[in-house]
């Protein structure tokens, strides 16, 4: 069994190493992006830069926050239940994009020429789309494993294997 804290660590981090190569990209790097991002990649407008890489990397950020306090000691009351659910919300959006965007790319329901590169694709088949059902399985487990305390103290049990 994992030791209490460890899904919501390994989330934490998990949101932080994506984090990581967002700002590389909103700082003008280039390596690894065309691949993920297409021709936005060559244009970079003001839009994508803002929104699609410094606003991806400070969510990140807010998710590495989550994936701490999901570690750390309980919450009581209301707190505690918020940070639950809003793991449970992380581990629902990352699952549904990772299942979404690879059934959309194996199955080719478009019908139409779509400005997807074969690199482009196979990159997302084999990195991108892995990588969010990872982290959505890391905030799943840390979700599942946090329990709200309801009294005083931290609300850890005494036997660390029970959930």
């Given at each position: 069994?994992?030791?209490?804290g460890?899904?919501?660590r ?34 970079r ?5 803002a ?30 239940w918020?940070?639950r ?24 329901t ?43 103290g ?10």
């Open positions: 069994m994992t030791r209490p460890a899904w919501g390994i989330a934490c981090v998990w949101a932080i190493a994506f984090a990581v190569p967002h700002f590389h990209w909103g700082m003008g790097g280039g390596r690894g992006l065309a691949v993920s991002a297409g021709p936005l990649a060559e244009e407008p003001l839009w994508f830069v929104v699609g890489l410094w606003g991806v990397g400070v969510l990140c950020l807010a998710g590495g926050v989550l994936g701490w306090l999901l570690a750390g000691p309980r919450h009581r009351g209301p707190a505690g918020v940070i659910a809003l793991g449970w919300c992380a581990c629902a959006v990352l699952s549904l994009r990772g299942i979404a965007v690879e059934v959309l790319l194996l199955i080719d478009s019908g139409r020429v779509v400005d997807v590169s074969p690199e482009q694709r196979l990159w997302t088949l084999l990195l991108w789309n892995p990588w969010f059902l990872v982290g959505g399985l890391a905030f799943g487990l840390a979700a599942w494993r946090f329990r709200p305390s309801e009294r005083g931290t609300g850890r049990r005494a036997d660390p294997s029970v959930p």
